[in-house]
């Protein structure tokens, strides 16, 4: 198979990874719980290269806007910021997968923070623009901190999976 064909292949695959966890959890969780999202971002970047987190989150974000049609286009416009973010923050702390040996304090500080920022707009965007809510400054902080460690987590998962399984087998 093509170098091309697989990238595509597997940011297809992770995109519909995204898409399901995003179906399967209820509400509020799928908000906070985005472990796997953000994971997979950024191994779409590390494995993809440049703008990989952004490929994966485009198709993750037109399933979610066919599934959600209500709010499709928000769904869609969430997921493409992210990616961007996620593929933005990488290059911003020019973390190099194949050389940099210390990627994973700045894989979690990258992540970390655009999950941060994705939150903080989403819930914002929902709260002021939408309507939906109402503001809570409880569930605002609750949003941030665990939407921060799911970061922080998936940034660390990832650079792990990079180290010990990914580097030798990248596309």
């Not at 093509?2 to 595509?8: A, E």
């Not at 593929?87 to 992540?111: C, G, Q, W, Y």
């Not at 400054?137 to 998936?154: C, D, F, P, Q, Y």
Request: no cysteine; aromatic share 12%; charged share 10%.
């Amino acid at each position: 198979m093509p170098s091309k064909t697989k990238k595509v292949t597997l940011a297809i695959l992770f995109g519909v990874l995204i898409f399901l966890s995003k179906v399967l959890m209820p509400f509020p969780l799928d908000k906070m719980f985005i472990v796997l999202h953000a994971l997979l971002l950024v191994l779409g970047n590390l494995i993809l290269g440049r703008l990989g987190a952004t490929y994966v989150a485009t198709v993750g974000g037109v399933l979610t806007a066919i599934w959600k049609t209500a709010f499709g286009l928000f769904s869609f416009t969430i997921a493409l910021i992210y990616g961007l973010l996620v593929d933005s923050f990488i290059m911003l702390f020019k973390i190099n997968p194949a050389e940099d040996h210390k990627i994973t304090t700045r894989l979690v500080a990258a992540t970390t923070i655009s999950t941060a920022i994705l939150g903080l707009l989403g819930f914002y965007t929902t709260v002021f623009v939408f309507k939906l809510i109402q503001r809570n400054t409880i569930l605002e902080v609750t949003m941030l901190v665990v939407g921060s460690l799911n970061g922080a987590v998936a940034g660390y998962s990832a650079s792990i999976l990079w180290k010990k399984y990914l580097k030798k087998h990248s596309i």
